[in-house]
């Protein structure tokens, strides 16, 4: 049997995986994307062929003999993306850590090199395959070569492969015939120019007949049709050059051992620490280098015997800080884990003499001293801890969180790899998806080790993460806002919000009544009954069968989205109706019918409020999202009235006034925006009055909701078309709108410039109480990925810092409620929000603290405002 050798085209894989794979990066931002779908495309190969020899070829950044032939070879391709270019050094370099062999020459490019390698491995009787994403290397296919071309789309990875017989029957031309094609049809990926006017169908055409193209120049009278014979006659010279161009050189001057590309063991110990510092965790299990996890290991110990565990409990009082993880399920307390030392770990059960009972008493003596604890995700342990001062805690998830908020989210394993840099299992690799009360039942080993694993990692990337939270500017931010928000947030989920249940079955039926009559009018107009949820149904009811204009055609049908369908809405009373119908059948299913299932035994909703989901640092609400209630139109306004105080207490809701654009104003210094607030004008009027040139008293109510729209749409860098969309104008309009705008407050502009122009050297914004915002899309080739990077650039510092004051007023207002020993209690924020379920003899108090607290949570250069009102349900408070 023939040893085999695989010969890769490096560049050209690279490039292919690059656009192949959504845009990839690691904790630090490097772009990973091309490397991660080269080393998928290449164990894929590896696994299918099982060859003895590998080499991977790279063009070098050099003029070769083409360009010598042909000043503009290659003159039209576009410089390499930023993002890919920074990608190539590490490839090879991973390569030569996974001992693989690689082979580049100035005055070649990789085709030459592969073409030489593989007709000297084919006369040497190997086998040859060699993958490239270039079909130019078709005219190296024999018998014993095989082209294979990768196509990566979606993620996934799909081979072509082509021997001698292979490439006549796709093309109905030889393997080098191929080369007589690219000389009469050209190239425009290289600029080979080719004869003008002669394209795939004609040189196919010409080649099966005549062979090359010196024949069909010998019988250029017999080409039909005549444009081709005369294209050729007038361009042979043209012909000749890119045949020239087009061939691969198979005998390149270049010293090639194939015993070099001999495979060993490319899951190298320097290679695995690469694929580390990539973050490839799926690639990692290719490596038998054995995981920190294997030591680690051996020092967990599972503690069942009551004695055991008060002799921990003893320990852990003289430490002086512990890692601790209280595993509760279902309000079920599973188990305690506690980290004493690097070499000290253990899960203590509850259950026989270890009560639920027991271990939260001695977890809570133990958190009465000054010991610092450790852990990860603290809130969700309140309802066992009882935390008496919340400095002496340090939650890694929620520093992890700050020091880069782009991530979803942020388990142990993930902790252990960016903070302690090794790698761990991660919980599914240990549970799958069973809770920790299943896992508790059916795999109590694995569970114990995930446990530990998380005590021992918050134990022992704290010191870290609080180094770099130091060095980033963050630490304040860390201990006087987020870490005291974690106990504002758990007190406003135990109290939790009641709803009127009655009350909302009959919202439902309201919502019901109301959708079955848009459903007939719907049909009416339409002239037919269909289904309106069908996007492809209703495509071809608005656009095939009425004929509404602007329908954009996709694989599936016509296009419905929402901005489709809103250009037509004021023009056509069917599509009024049908976005009424969408949003009304979202208000039933989402609220009128959702919202009953999270009803609890007290009648109350208690949402999660979390605190690591957003970039920009907003709060956001999970089961249910109570932040997302529309409040738009009248409808759905009303859902607010099933949220409703108990007996002998009110609501009192109050709102920060317009704190995005204070804060702009801040940032800006613009004294025109700083001397309106300071006077309490209408700031949307003497807009409205500068940038439309009239009279303050002559604003009309159409010229001030337009300057709003300019006020807000401002702070999210908002461009000409976005404003036009908005408010339905001309893009010329909307652009003399925004230079206006600019023209009144010029200071507005210098700012956002500045925003944008200090976070693409930074690589991030911040706060003004230093929270940061990586926006690695400022770095992106693609002109819409950067263009969303100025935008938050410009939006980040001012949304993040109005998140910063919500979140200090919440710490203020609850601090105070509890400290007074108020019946009155912090129940919900809904972005710049906050809802007091206020006892009847204390309204005026919480309406005293409320503007106390509120009011002095920042210190801008205009003063904070808030809307403050009361009601029996949450509706009356709007």
């Not at 032939?69 to 850590?97: N, S």
């Not at 090199?113 to 491995?121: C, E, M, P, R, V």
């Amino acid at each position: 049997m023939k040893e085999k050798i695989v010969l890769i085209d490096g560049h050209s894989i690279l490039n292919r995986a690059f656009y192949g794979i959504p845009d990839l990066t690691n904790s630090s931002g490097f772009h990973t994307n091309a490397i991660y779908g080269f080393l998928n495309i290449m164990f894929k190969i590896l696994s299918e062929e099982a060859p003895q020899y590998l080499t991977v070829a790279f063009d070098v950044s050099a003029p070769t003999f083409r360009h010598e032939l042909f000043k503009e070879y290659k003159g039209t391709r576009k410089p390499m993306p930023q993002e890919l270019r920074e990608q190539v050094p590490v490839i090879k370099d991973l390569l030569k850590a996974m001992r693989i062999n690689i082979i580049e020459k100035a005055g070649y490019e990789a085709d030459d090199l592969l073409g030489t390698i593989s007709k000297q491995s084919s006369k040497q009787g190997f086998e040859v395959s060699v993958i490239s994403g270039d079909r130019d290397l078709l005219q190296l296919a024999e018998e014993d070569i095989k082209i294979r071309i990768p196509k990566t789309k979606r993620g996934t990875t799909e081979i072509e492969d082509y021997n001698a017989k292979d490439v006549l029957e796709a093309y109905q031309v030889t393997p080098l015939q191929i080369i007589e094609l690219k000389a009469l049809m050209g190239d425009t990926a290289d600029n080979i120019p080719g004869v003008p006017g002669i394209g795939e169908k004609t040189a196919t055409k010409i080649i099966v007949e005549y062979g090359n193209i010196e024949n069909a120049f010998a019988h250029a009278d017999e080409i039909k049709p005549n444009k081709a014979r005369e294209a050729l006659m007038e361009n042979y010279d043209k012909a000749r050059l890119s045949k020239t161009l087009a061939t691969i050189d198979i005998n390149c001057d270049i010293q090639y051992s194939i015993e070099n590309a001999k495979l060993g063991n490319i899951y190298t110990d320097q290679a695995y620490q690469m694929f580390k510092e990539l973050e490839f965790k799926n690639l990692l299990n290719r490596f038998d280098a054995p995981v920190n996890d294997n030591t680690l290991e051996e020092v967990f110990k599972t503690i069942t015997m009551l004695d055991e565990a008060e002799n921990i409990m003893n320990q852990a009082k003289k430490c002086d800080r512990i890692g601790i993880q209280m595993i509760v399920d279902k309000e079920r307390l599973i188990g305690t884990s506690i980290a004493l030392s690097e070499t000290q770990v253990y899960f203590i059960v509850a259950e026989g003499f270890i009560t639920t009972e027991y271990i939260a008493d001695r977890v809570n003596e133990i958190l009465n001293s000054s010991i610092s604890i450790s852990t990860i995700g603290l809130k969700e342990q309140l309802r066992i801890l009882q935390i008496s001062d919340i400095n002496q805690c340090f939650d890694v998830e929620i520093g992890a969180y700050l020091l880069n908020p782009m991530n979803p989210i942020y388990p142990y394993s993930d902790l252990a790899k960016e903070y302690l840099g090794f790698i761990l299992p991660e919980r599914e690799e240990l549970l799958g998806k069973l809770s920790y009360l299943d896992a508790y039942e059916q795999k109590p080993q694995e569970l114990s080790k995930v446990v530990c694993y998380m005590s021992y990692v918050a134990l022992m990337s704290a010191g870290v993460i609080e180094d770099r939270l130091k060095a980033a500017g963050e630490w304040d931010l860390f201990k006087k806002i987020e870490m005291p928000l974690i106990v504002t947030l758990h007190d406003m989920e135990t109290t939790g919000i009641a709803v009127e249940k009655d009350e909302l079955k009959e919202y439902g039926n309201q919502l019901s009544v109301r959708i079955i009559e848009l459903e007939k009018q719907i049909y009416q107009l339409s002239g037919e009954e269909f289904n309106i949820n069908s996007p492809k149904q209703l495509g071809e009811i608005l656009f095939g069968k009425l004929g509404l204009p602007n329908g954009k055609k996709t694989k599936t049908g016509y296009s419905t989205a929402a901005d489709v369908l809103e250009k037509l809405e004021a023009d056509y009373e069917i599509v009024a109706l049908i976005l009424e119908y969408r949003q009304l059948t979202k208000l039933k299913s989402t609220y009128a019918d959702g919202l009953a299932n999270y009803i609890e035994a007290d009648g109350r909703i208690h949402s999660n409020f979390n605190q690591t989901i957003t970039a920009t640092g907003r709060i956001s609400s999970t089961e249910p999202n109570l932040q997302n209630i529309p409040i738009r139109m009248e409808l759905g306004r009303l859902i607010r009235k099933v949220f409703i105080p108990k007996e002998d207490y009110v609501f009192v809701d109050a709102d920060y006034s317009q704190i995005e654009l204070r804060v702009l104003a801040h940032f800006s210094g613009d004294k025109k925006l700083i001397q309106a607030y300071r006077e309490e004008q209408d700031i949307h009027k003497i807009t409205a009055s500068e940038v439309f040139h009239t009279p303050l008293e002559e604003v009309t109510s159409l010229q001030r909701r337009n300057a709003k729209a300019v006020n807000f749409g401002i702070v999210y860098g908002i461009s000409s078309f976005g404003l036009s969309q908005d408010l339905s104008i001309s893009r010329k309009e909307a652009s003399e709108y925004i230079e206006k705008y600019f023209e009144t407050y010029p200071r507005v502009k210098e700012f956002l410039d500045e925003a944008v122009m200090k976070a693409k050297q930074e690589g991030y914004s911040t706060t003004i109480f230093g929270r940061i915002r990586p926006i690695p899309e400022l770095k992106s080739s693609n002109f819409m990925q950067r263009s969303f990077g100025e935008r938050v650039a410009m939006n980040a510092p001012i949304q993040g810092t109005a998140a910063d004051i919500i979140k200090i007023a919440m710490i203020r207002v609850n601090d105070r409620l509890k400290s007074e020993s108020m019946k009155s209690k912090l129940i919900l924020q809904v972005h710049d929000e906050l809802l007091i379920e206020a006892h009847k003899d204390e309204i005026d108090k919480v309406k005293e603290i409320l503007n106390c607290e509120m009011h002095g949570a920042a210190n801008l250069l205009v003063p904070l405002e808030i809307d403050m009102s009361t009601g029996n349900n949450w509706y009356e408070t709007k």
